[in-house]
């Protein structure tokens, strides 16, 4: 009798271990799900700003007849009707590898103020391409280049926004910046997402494309583009604050 209580109560041990074994292999497969899904989201959600050191560098911008900036505002000390031009803070690698690309900039303002977009080619007076807005309210404006207008590959183009401050005096503020389009064969994005692609223009220092594909609409459906948009911006060492929800996207005229 002694022999199967001591049978029954080793079978009870063996049976515990394997139980504990099996509950612990269960808890670390679950630890380990939440871990990879994690770590798939982190890798979504994240972007590299890598710029080109050796194409699309501007030492200096014009801005407001100053040099050296991106940004103007018509009262700086009321902080009101402020302009930035969305390119990165050190200018570094304005590059496209669109024919047609999409520039964009932020307007913060608490009145209604008519903004003048243009399109130069540095060498000559008259610009190649000239468009006038209407903006209500603040917002950060998005505006594709028409189709017929095609940058030529290893040139530089300047663009220049400015807007008319509301007011008696009517004081214009502008911003410059200046675009550079490169051969793009080589980046294979068909059948990529917008936040792939816009991956695969940063780590290629191609910063007027990476940007453009996070403010696009049909970016607004994605829920990290928006992350990825200021992480891009944060990485280039810009400023300014995005809200998908309020860009504005202007067609050509």
Not at 113 to 134: E, G, I, K, W
Not at 158 to 177: D, F, K, M, N, Y
Not at 191 to 217: K, R
Request: proline share 4%; aromatic share 6%; with cysteine.
């Amino acid at each position: 009798m002694h022999q199967f209580k001591t049978f029954d109560l080793r079978l009870q041990m063996a049976i515990n271990i394997e139980l504990g074994r099996r509950l612990s292999s269960a808890i670390l497969a679950g630890c380990l799900g939440i871990s990879l899904l994690a770590a798939n989201s982190y890798a979504e959600d994240r972007i590299r700003w890598v710029p080109d050191p050796d194409r699309g560098n501007v030492g200096s911008t014009l801005s407001g007849g100053r040099r050296g900036q991106n940004t103007a505002s018509c009262n700086a000390a009321a902080n009101t009707t402020n302009l930035a031009l969305i390119v990165p803070g050190d200018q570094s690698s304005l590059l496209t590898a669109i024919e047609s690309p999409t520039l964009a900039w932020h307007t913060e303002t608490d009145t209604p103020v008519q903004m003048t977009f243009y399109l130069s080619d540095p060498n000559q007076a008259t610009p190649l391409y000239t468009q006038t807005f209407q903006l209500d309210d603040s917002a950060t404006v998005s505006m594709t280049l028409p189709k017929a207008l095609k940058l030529e590959v290893d040139k530089r183009y300047r663009w220049t926004v400015s807007v008319l401050c509301p007011g008696e005096h009517q004081a214009e503020i502008s911003a410059r910046s200046f675009i550079e389009r490169i051969n793009g064969e080589s980046l294979h994005l068909d059948g990529l997402s917008n936040t792939e692609q816009a991956s695969i223009y940063a780590e290629h220092g191609i910063w007027y494309d990476a940007i453009a594909v996070l403010l696009s609409p049909e970016s607004q459906r994605v829920t990290n583009a928006e992350t990825m948009a200021q992480m891009l911006l944060e990485q280039s060492q810009n400023s300014a604050e995005i809200n998908l929800s309020t860009v504005v996207h202007f067609s050509p005229l």
